[in-house]
T-cell receptor, first 114, second 112 residues
Framework: GAVVSQHPSRVICKSGTSVKIECRSLDFQATTMFWYRQFPKQSLMLMATSNEGSKATYEQGVEKDKFLINHASLTLSTLTVTSAHPEDSSFYIC??????????FGPGTRLLVL | QKEVEQDPGPLSVPEGAIVSLNCTYSNSAFQYFMWYRQYSRKGPELLMYTYSSGNKEDGRFTAQVDKSSKYISLFIRDSQPSDSATYLCAMIVIQGAQKLVFGQGTRLTINP
């Protein structure tokens, strides 16, 4: 299967700071990438759809000014959590889309905001 | 009613047993059906995907889709402790936003 990497794998930050998470497709080009967050023992919740070279499409209830997404190339999308607060602590996962239907997921980034 | 329903479990079976995991859905427009496996603190891993009714086999795994009943299943034969994970079903409508709709996930434990 296709490989997606994420960096960092885990990050701890102070409340009020910003954190950037990188998502890279290593062996394919991903015109579309997706960002999810996952709380313990829950399923994945889609945050936004990121298309290369255009603005991301955010799901209802997701603050676009808080979760900044940049998809500047076919292999890299970034999610920046701005002015992070403890309630933003979660597991963030990205995926890259192949063909029209298949998503390959990264290993996830665990964010802890103190 | 959720678009995709999946029993969260937990499900615990002895090693070597046949495991059956199931999802039902309400949106008849879903065209592709996937099963992902997620180990604790890891991203989901694509196990199988199919787009037609019937069975698809890959090693110890068989995916089954019944579009008339809006029901999909994943069977695991000769289950191993390494199969212990959360299994997520997911579905997609190709036209438009191409967003995956996930089930809640079933936590599976295979006991040695």
């Amino acid at each position: 299967g296709a490989v997606v990497s994420q960096h960092p794998s885990r990050v701890i930050c102070k409340s009020g700071t910003s954190v950037k998470i990188e998502c890279r497709s290593l062996d394919f080009q991903a015109t579309t990438m997706f960002w999810y967050r996952q709380f313990p023992k829950q399923s994945l919740m889609l945050m936004a759809t990121s298309n290369e070279g255009s603005k991301a499409t955010y799901e209802q209830g997701v603050e676009k000014d808080k979760f900044l997404i940049n998809h500047a190339s076919l292999t890299l999308s970034t999610l920046t959590v701005t002015s992070a607060h403890p309630e933003d602590s979660s597991f963030y996962i990205c995926s890259g889309l192949i063909a029209q239907e298949t998503q390959y997921f990264g290993p996830g980034t665990r964010l802890l905001v103190l | 009613q959720k678009e995709v329903e999946q029993d969260p479990g937990p499900l615990s079976v002895p090693e070597g047993a046949i495991v059956s995991l199931n999802c039902t859905y309400s949106n008849s427009a879903f065209q592709y059906f996937m099963w992902y496996r997620q180990y604790s603190r890891k991203g989901p891993e694509l196990l199988m995907y199919t787009y037609s009714s019937g069975n698809k086999e890959d090693g110890r795994f068989t995916a089954q889709v019944d579009k008339s009943s809006k029901y999909i299943s994943l069977f695991i034969r000769d289950s191993q402790p390494s199969d212990s994970a959360t299994y997520l079903c997911a579905m997609i409508v190709i036209q438009g936003a191409q967003k995956l709709v996930f089930g809640q996930g079933t936590r599976l434990t295979i006991n040695p």
